[in-house]
């Protein structure tokens, strides 16, 4: 009976074991969300260090989630997007998993609609998915 009370009661607390089971695949639906929405601070919110890969660019080093906000933000801030799609979600071992988002945008003042693929690298930590890597191919 007492396991059981303590059981309602991390479940009743904000943030109890439901955010921390969540599964890989909540966390790809939150990126997607945050991407489509131009929200990097959302994206790495959960992020203690991450590497960022852009395109024209080297990897950088790891990055703190204010700075890989900013970078991301000033990535996606002439583009509109047409929409953002989960190509796949999958733990590749244990405690690590990869991401994968399908980006259809227009760049500001076009018509033209052009796609990229972003994979995006996990790991899982006690809060849930923590995302450590994010590259933008094409």
């Known amino acids: 009976m007492h396991r059981f009370l303590i059981a ?11 955010a921390q ?7 790809a639906e939150r990126a997607r969300h945050a991407w489509f929405s131009h929200d990097p601070v959302a ?13 024209g660019a ?5 990055l703190g989630p204010a700075q890989a906000a900013a970078l ?3 990535f996606i801030a002439s583009a509109q997007e047409v ?5 796949a979600a999958r733990e590749v071992s244990p405690g690590t998993g990869y991401v994968e988002l399908q980006r259809k945008y227009r760049v500001a003042g076009t018509q033209d ?10 790991r899982k930590t006690r809060g849930g998915w923590s ?8």
């Open 8 to 18: 309602i009661g991390v479940m009743l607390l904000p943030g109890g074991v439901h």
């Open 21 to 27: 089971d969540e599964g890989l695949r909540g966390a």
């Open 43 to 55: 994206l790495v919110a959960q992020s203690p260090r991450l590497l960022v890969q852009l395109p």
């Open 58 to 62: 080297d990897p950088s080093a790891a």
């Open 72 to 74: 991301l933000g000033d």
């Open 83 to 87: 929409e953002t799609v989960v190509r």
């Open 113 to 122: 609609v052009r796609v990229q693929v972003l994979l995006l690298s996990y």
């Open 131 to 138: 995302l450590v890597e994010f590259r933008v191919v094409g």
